[in-house]
Protein backbone atom coordinates (compact mmCIF):
# COMPACT_ATOMS: atom_id res chain seq x y z
CA UNK A 1 0.00 0.00 0.00
CA UNK A 2 1.74 2.97 -1.06
CA UNK A 3 2.18 5.70 1.57
CA UNK A 4 1.63 8.66 -0.36
CA UNK A 5 3.90 11.63 -0.96
CA UNK A 6 6.31 12.67 1.28
CA UNK A 7 5.03 15.45 3.82
CA UNK A 8 6.59 18.54 3.90
CA UNK A 9 6.05 19.83 7.17
CA UNK A 10 7.74 17.05 8.52
CA UNK A 11 11.06 17.33 6.30
CA UNK A 12 10.97 20.57 7.94
CA UNK A 13 10.36 18.79 11.68
CA UNK A 14 13.50 16.74 10.71
CA UNK A 15 15.33 19.34 9.32
CA UNK A 16 14.82 21.31 12.47
CA UNK A 17 15.60 18.55 14.56
CA UNK A 18 19.53 17.67 12.97
CA UNK A 19 20.25 21.41 12.45
CA UNK A 20 20.29 21.81 16.74
CA UNK A 21 22.33 18.71 16.49
CA UNK A 22 24.99 19.66 13.96
CA UNK A 23 25.18 22.94 15.22
CA UNK A 24 25.52 22.05 19.02
CA UNK A 25 28.70 19.82 18.06
CA UNK A 26 30.26 22.39 15.85
CA UNK A 27 30.10 24.22 19.26
CA UNK A 28 31.74 22.04 21.07
CA UNK A 29 34.76 21.75 19.02
CA UNK A 30 34.82 25.47 17.82
CA UNK A 31 33.57 27.61 20.76
CA UNK A 32 31.72 30.45 19.00
CA UNK A 33 31.92 32.87 22.00
CA UNK A 34 34.46 35.34 20.02
CA UNK A 35 32.89 34.94 17.05
CA UNK A 36 30.42 38.33 15.79
CA UNK A 37 27.36 37.14 16.54
CA UNK A 38 28.36 36.57 19.94
CA UNK A 39 29.43 39.87 20.44
CA UNK A 40 26.52 41.27 18.81
CA UNK A 41 23.40 39.55 20.95
CA UNK A 42 25.41 38.37 23.81
CA UNK A 43 26.92 34.80 24.41
CA UNK A 44 24.40 33.92 26.98
CA UNK A 45 21.84 34.30 23.61
CA UNK A 46 23.92 32.46 21.28
CA UNK A 47 25.12 29.93 24.03
CA UNK A 48 21.50 29.03 24.66
CA UNK A 49 20.60 28.37 21.27
CA UNK A 50 23.66 25.53 20.81
CA UNK A 51 23.84 24.01 24.04
CA UNK A 52 21.05 21.87 23.64
CA UNK A 53 21.36 19.56 20.39
CA UNK A 54 20.19 16.66 22.30
CA UNK A 55 16.61 17.50 21.97
CA UNK A 56 17.17 18.08 18.52
CA UNK A 57 17.51 14.01 19.07
CA UNK A 58 14.51 13.69 21.20
CA UNK A 59 12.14 15.57 18.21
CA UNK A 60 14.02 13.13 15.52
CA UNK A 61 12.80 9.99 18.38
CA UNK A 62 9.43 11.09 17.84
CA UNK A 63 9.69 12.04 14.16
CA UNK A 64 10.92 8.08 13.76
CA UNK A 65 8.07 6.64 15.93
CA UNK A 66 5.51 8.59 14.20
CA UNK A 67 6.38 7.67 10.89
CA UNK A 68 7.46 4.16 11.37
CA UNK A 69 3.87 3.33 12.97
CA UNK A 70 2.28 5.45 10.62
CA UNK A 71 4.12 3.67 7.50
CA UNK A 72 3.21 0.14 9.04
CA UNK A 73 -0.25 0.42 9.33
CA UNK A 74 -0.87 1.69 5.68
CA UNK A 75 1.56 -1.04 4.63
CA UNK A 76 -0.62 -3.94 6.67
CA UNK A 77 -4.03 -2.12 7.29
CA UNK A 78 -3.83 -2.09 11.10
CA UNK A 79 -0.85 -2.96 13.31
CA UNK A 80 -1.76 -6.16 14.41
CA UNK A 81 -1.33 -7.77 10.77
CA UNK A 82 2.29 -6.27 10.23
CA UNK A 83 4.28 -8.58 8.40
CA UNK A 84 7.67 -9.08 10.57
CA UNK A 85 9.71 -10.11 7.57
CA UNK A 86 8.72 -6.79 5.38
CA UNK A 87 9.48 -5.04 8.35
CA UNK A 88 12.78 -6.03 9.12
CA UNK A 89 14.39 -5.95 5.92
CA UNK A 90 13.18 -2.78 5.80
CA UNK A 91 15.14 -1.43 8.50
CA UNK A 92 18.17 -3.60 7.47
CA UNK A 93 17.55 -2.23 3.90
CA UNK A 94 17.61 1.59 5.53
CA UNK A 95 19.50 1.00 8.30
CA UNK A 96 22.69 -0.78 7.58
CA UNK A 97 24.57 0.18 4.31
CA UNK A 98 25.16 4.07 5.78
CA UNK A 99 26.09 2.46 8.92
CA UNK A 100 28.68 0.18 7.51
CA UNK A 101 30.18 2.73 5.27
CA UNK A 102 30.99 4.65 8.48
CA UNK A 103 32.55 2.35 10.51
CA UNK A 104 34.73 1.08 6.78
CA UNK A 105 35.46 5.55 7.40
CA UNK A 106 36.29 5.47 10.37
CA UNK A 107 38.28 2.68 11.22
CA UNK A 108 40.13 3.54 7.60
CA UNK A 109 41.04 6.85 8.95
CA UNK A 110 41.95 5.61 12.56
CA UNK A 111 44.62 2.80 10.92
CA UNK A 112 46.03 5.61 8.94
CA UNK A 113 46.96 7.75 12.03
CA UNK A 114 44.24 10.78 11.63
CA UNK A 115 44.79 11.10 15.82
CA UNK A 116 40.95 12.31 16.18
CA UNK A 117 39.44 8.77 14.59
CA UNK A 118 41.40 6.58 17.06
CA UNK A 119 39.95 5.43 19.91
CA UNK A 120 39.96 7.16 23.44
CA UNK A 121 40.09 6.55 26.97
CA UNK A 122 38.15 9.93 28.23
CA UNK A 123 37.19 7.37 31.95
CA UNK A 124 40.81 6.52 31.94
CA UNK A 125 39.89 2.85 30.51
CA UNK A 126 41.28 1.94 26.97
CA UNK A 127 38.62 0.81 24.61
CA UNK A 128 39.64 -1.64 21.48
CA UNK A 129 38.21 -0.74 18.26
CA UNK A 130 37.03 -4.57 17.82
CA UNK A 131 34.35 -3.87 20.91
CA UNK A 132 33.18 -0.25 19.36
CA UNK A 133 32.05 -1.70 16.13
CA UNK A 134 30.52 -4.83 17.62
CA UNK A 135 28.82 -2.16 19.98
CA UNK A 136 27.96 0.06 17.10
CA UNK A 137 26.82 -3.28 14.62
CA UNK A 138 25.08 -4.90 17.82
CA UNK A 139 22.93 -1.80 18.68
CA UNK A 140 24.42 -0.86 22.41
CA UNK A 141 26.94 1.74 21.49
CA UNK A 142 24.83 4.22 24.01
CA UNK A 143 26.01 1.74 26.78
CA UNK A 144 28.84 1.58 25.81
CA UNK A 145 29.59 5.71 26.23
CA UNK A 146 27.53 5.43 29.39
CA UNK A 147 30.22 2.82 30.70
CA UNK A 148 33.76 4.64 29.42
CA UNK A 149 32.82 8.07 27.86
CA UNK A 150 32.67 9.08 24.68
CA UNK A 151 35.45 6.28 23.38
CA UNK A 152 35.62 7.45 19.70
CA UNK A 153 34.45 10.93 18.55
CA UNK A 154 32.87 10.13 14.69
CA UNK A 155 31.27 6.63 16.12
CA UNK A 156 29.49 8.61 19.19
CA UNK A 157 26.63 10.08 17.30
CA UNK A 158 25.48 5.83 16.80
CA UNK A 159 24.47 5.92 20.35
CA UNK A 160 21.03 6.81 19.53
CA UNK A 161 20.53 4.73 16.40
CA UNK A 162 21.23 1.91 19.36
CA UNK A 163 18.23 3.12 21.12
CA UNK A 164 16.12 3.06 18.31
CA UNK A 165 17.04 0.23 16.36
CA UNK A 166 16.50 -1.72 19.78
CA UNK A 167 13.23 0.00 20.29
CA UNK A 168 12.10 -1.35 16.65
CA UNK A 169 13.52 -4.81 17.49
CA UNK A 170 10.48 -5.76 19.10
CA UNK A 171 7.94 -3.11 17.58
CA UNK A 172 6.83 -6.07 15.02
CA UNK A 173 6.42 -8.69 17.62
CA UNK A 174 4.47 -6.23 20.09
CA UNK A 175 1.80 -5.56 17.81
CA UNK A 176 1.80 -9.44 16.51
CA UNK A 177 0.86 -9.95 20.12
CA UNK A 178 -0.96 -7.18 21.65
CA UNK A 179 -2.84 -6.59 17.95
CA UNK A 180 -5.37 -3.88 19.01
CA UNK A 181 -4.33 -0.43 18.98
CA UNK A 182 -5.96 0.31 22.68
CA UNK A 183 -3.61 -2.50 23.97
CA UNK A 184 -0.60 -0.68 21.99
CA UNK A 185 -1.15 2.55 23.43
CA UNK A 186 -1.43 1.14 26.75
CA UNK A 187 1.72 0.12 26.38
CA UNK A 188 3.51 2.41 24.96
CA UNK A 189 1.72 5.22 27.55
CA UNK A 190 3.46 3.26 30.04
CA UNK A 191 6.89 3.48 28.41
CA UNK A 192 6.55 7.15 28.07
CA UNK A 193 6.01 7.32 31.84
CA UNK A 194 9.30 5.52 32.56
CA UNK A 195 10.92 8.33 30.81
CA UNK A 196 11.04 10.73 33.46
CA UNK A 197 10.96 8.66 36.19
CA UNK A 198 14.64 6.56 35.26
CA UNK A 199 15.74 9.78 33.72
CA UNK A 200 14.52 11.55 37.33
CA UNK A 201 16.74 8.40 39.47
CA UNK A 202 19.75 8.93 37.14
CA UNK A 203 20.06 12.71 36.95
CA UNK A 204 23.39 12.35 38.74
CA UNK A 205 24.78 10.26 35.52
CA UNK A 206 25.25 11.81 32.07
CA UNK A 207 25.49 8.62 30.80
CA UNK A 208 21.66 7.26 32.28
CA UNK A 209 19.80 10.75 31.87
CA UNK A 210 21.23 11.12 28.22
CA UNK A 211 22.06 7.72 25.98
CA UNK A 212 20.44 5.12 28.11
CA UNK A 213 17.34 3.07 26.87
CA UNK A 214 14.55 3.99 28.87
CA UNK A 215 15.82 7.34 28.89
CA UNK A 216 14.94 7.82 25.41
CA UNK A 217 12.69 4.99 25.03
CA UNK A 218 9.41 7.64 26.01
CA UNK A 219 9.81 9.78 22.98
CA UNK A 220 9.77 7.13 20.54
CA UNK A 221 6.66 5.89 22.21
CA UNK A 222 5.29 9.27 21.70
CA UNK A 223 5.35 9.38 18.14
CA UNK A 224 4.27 5.68 18.07
CA UNK A 225 1.25 6.84 19.86
CA UNK A 226 0.77 9.74 17.65
CA UNK A 227 0.85 7.89 14.79
CA UNK A 228 -2.71 6.01 16.31
CA UNK A 229 -4.09 9.21 17.86
CA UNK A 230 -3.25 11.50 14.76
CA UNK A 231 -6.67 10.14 12.83
CA UNK A 232 -8.81 10.60 15.81
CA UNK A 233 -11.26 13.68 15.64
CA UNK A 234 -9.94 15.03 19.07
CA UNK A 235 -6.54 14.97 18.19
CA UNK A 236 -7.36 16.55 14.72
CA UNK A 237 -8.74 19.47 16.70
CA UNK A 238 -5.49 19.90 18.88
CA UNK A 239 -3.91 20.96 15.92
CA UNK A 240 -5.63 23.72 15.13
CA UNK A 241 -3.70 26.46 13.88
CA UNK A 242 -2.93 28.62 17.14
CA UNK A 243 -2.21 25.64 19.09
CA UNK A 244 0.45 24.80 16.74
CA UNK A 245 2.16 27.97 16.77
CA UNK A 246 1.94 27.92 21.40
CA UNK A 247 3.83 24.59 20.95
CA UNK A 248 6.47 26.14 19.24
CA UNK A 249 6.64 28.86 21.51
CA UNK A 250 6.33 26.52 24.30
CA UNK A 251 9.23 24.48 22.72
CA UNK A 252 11.38 27.00 22.29
CA UNK A 253 11.29 28.80 25.47
CA UNK A 254 12.25 25.20 27.21
CA UNK A 255 14.89 25.26 24.97
CA UNK A 256 16.37 28.14 25.61
CA UNK A 257 15.65 28.49 29.40
CA UNK A 258 17.36 25.74 30.44
CA UNK A 259 20.64 23.77 29.63
CA UNK A 260 19.15 19.80 29.33
CA UNK A 261 21.12 18.65 32.26
CA UNK A 262 19.30 20.61 34.25
CA UNK A 263 15.26 20.39 32.30
CA UNK A 264 15.97 16.45 31.23
CA UNK A 265 13.74 15.15 33.71
CA UNK A 266 10.50 16.64 32.13
CA UNK A 267 12.07 18.59 29.25
CA UNK A 268 12.86 15.43 27.16
CA UNK A 269 9.23 14.77 27.34
CA UNK A 270 8.24 18.70 26.88
CA UNK A 271 10.06 18.66 23.91
CA UNK A 272 8.41 15.09 23.34
CA UNK A 273 4.89 16.23 23.04
CA UNK A 274 5.36 19.29 21.58
CA UNK A 275 6.85 17.66 18.22
CA UNK A 276 4.19 15.26 18.69
CA UNK A 277 1.45 17.91 18.38
CA UNK A 278 3.55 19.21 15.56
CA UNK A 279 3.36 15.98 13.79
CA UNK A 280 -0.63 15.89 15.00
CA UNK A 281 -0.89 19.27 12.60
CA UNK A 282 1.54 18.26 10.13
CA UNK A 283 -1.13 15.35 9.49
CA UNK A 284 -3.95 17.28 9.27
CA UNK A 285 -2.96 19.97 7.17
CA UNK A 286 -3.88 19.94 3.49
CA UNK A 287 -1.38 22.64 2.83
CA UNK A 288 2.07 21.43 1.54
CA UNK A 289 4.07 23.90 3.51
CA UNK A 290 6.01 24.90 0.61
CA UNK A 291 7.54 28.12 1.86
CA UNK A 292 10.59 28.91 -0.20
CA UNK A 293 12.99 30.02 2.74
CA UNK A 294 12.03 26.60 4.62
CA UNK A 295 13.57 24.79 1.26
CA UNK A 296 16.75 24.26 3.11
CA UNK A 297 15.49 22.77 6.01
CA UNK A 298 12.97 20.41 4.03
CA UNK A 299 16.22 18.94 2.00
CA UNK A 300 18.20 18.81 5.45
CA UNK A 301 15.37 16.86 6.26
CA UNK A 302 15.60 14.41 3.56
CA UNK A 303 18.60 13.67 4.38
CA UNK A 304 18.31 13.39 8.32
CA UNK A 305 19.92 9.84 8.74
CA UNK A 306 22.99 10.20 6.21
CA UNK A 307 23.67 14.04 7.85
CA UNK A 308 23.75 12.39 11.38
CA UNK A 309 25.86 10.12 10.18
CA UNK A 310 28.58 11.56 8.61
CA UNK A 311 28.52 14.80 9.87
CA UNK A 312 30.96 13.78 12.84
CA UNK A 313 33.42 12.70 9.99
CA UNK A 314 33.11 15.86 8.25
CA UNK A 315 33.89 17.44 11.56
CA UNK A 316 36.37 15.71 12.08
CA UNK A 317 38.34 16.11 9.33
CA UNK A 318 37.94 20.25 9.94
CA UNK A 319 39.71 19.49 12.97
CA UNK A 320 43.02 17.71 12.07
CA UNK A 321 43.06 20.65 9.72
CA UNK A 322 42.05 23.70 11.59
CA UNK A 323 42.75 23.08 14.85
CA UNK A 324 40.27 24.54 17.37
CA UNK A 325 43.24 26.16 19.50
CA UNK A 326 44.23 28.02 16.05
CA UNK A 327 40.76 28.94 15.10
CA UNK A 328 39.77 32.41 16.75
CA UNK A 329 36.95 34.61 16.08
CA UNK A 330 34.71 35.15 12.96
CA UNK A 331 37.01 32.53 11.29
CA UNK A 332 34.76 30.07 12.85
CA UNK A 333 32.10 31.49 11.49
CA UNK A 334 33.33 30.82 8.02
CA UNK A 335 34.55 27.21 8.97
CA UNK A 336 30.76 26.64 10.17
CA UNK A 337 29.40 27.51 6.77
CA UNK A 338 32.22 25.27 5.73
CA UNK A 339 31.13 22.32 7.48
CA UNK A 340 27.37 22.71 6.89
CA UNK A 341 27.97 23.00 3.46
CA UNK A 342 30.49 19.93 3.09
CA UNK A 343 28.32 17.85 5.59
CA UNK A 344 25.35 18.70 2.96
CA UNK A 345 27.52 17.65 0.21
CA UNK A 346 28.83 14.34 1.69
CA UNK A 347 25.32 13.55 2.58
CA UNK A 348 23.56 14.19 -0.79
CA UNK A 349 26.75 11.90 -2.47
CA UNK A 350 26.15 9.10 -0.02
CA UNK A 351 22.43 9.01 -0.29
CA UNK A 352 22.01 9.45 -4.18
CA UNK A 353 25.51 7.30 -5.24
CA UNK A 354 25.10 4.87 -2.24
CA UNK A 355 22.37 4.35 0.46
CA UNK A 356 19.50 4.77 -2.24
CA UNK A 357 21.04 2.49 -4.64
CA UNK A 358 21.35 -0.28 -1.90
CA UNK A 359 18.06 0.38 0.03
CA UNK A 360 16.44 -0.41 -3.57
CA UNK A 361 18.43 -3.30 -4.21
CA UNK A 362 18.17 -5.01 -1.04
CA UNK A 363 14.60 -4.42 -0.79
CA UNK A 364 14.19 -5.87 -4.48
CA UNK A 365 16.47 -9.07 -3.69
CA UNK A 366 14.97 -9.94 -0.73
CA UNK A 367 10.55 -8.64 -0.66
CA UNK A 368 8.33 -9.69 -3.01
CA UNK A 369 7.36 -6.95 -5.19
CA UNK A 370 3.82 -6.56 -2.96
CA UNK A 371 5.58 -5.95 0.24
CA UNK A 372 8.01 -3.13 -1.35
CA UNK A 373 7.93 0.46 0.33
CA UNK A 374 7.90 2.97 -2.09
CA UNK A 375 11.20 5.22 -1.63
CA UNK A 376 8.89 8.01 -0.55
CA UNK A 377 8.14 6.42 3.28
CA UNK A 378 11.73 5.95 3.57
CA UNK A 379 13.29 7.13 7.08
Known amino acids: MSPGPRNLRIDTLRGVSILL????????????????????FGWDAMHAVVRNGNYGV????????????SNARRRSGYLGAIDARTFYVSRIARIMPCLLLLLVLVNGLAAASVPIFSNHAPLGVPVSFWLV??????????????????????????????VEEVFYLSFPLLCIA???DGRLLAFWAFVVAIGPLYRATHSSDEGGFLYAYFACFDGIAIGCCTALLADRPLWRAVAMR????LTVTGMTVLYLAWPIAQSHVFGVTGIALGTAVLLINAHASSAPGSARLLAPL????????????FHLVVLGGLRTLYPPSATHGNEKLLLLGVFLVLSAAVSTLIARGYATPLDRFVKRKWLRASARVPDGARL
Open 58 to 69: TMFFVISGYLIT
Open 178 to 180: LRR
Open 21 to 40: VLLHHFNIAYVLRDTAVAHA
Open 298 to 309: RWSGKLSYELYL
Open 133 to 162: NFASLTFWMNVLIGSYGWVNYALGVLWSLS
Open 242 to 245: TTQW
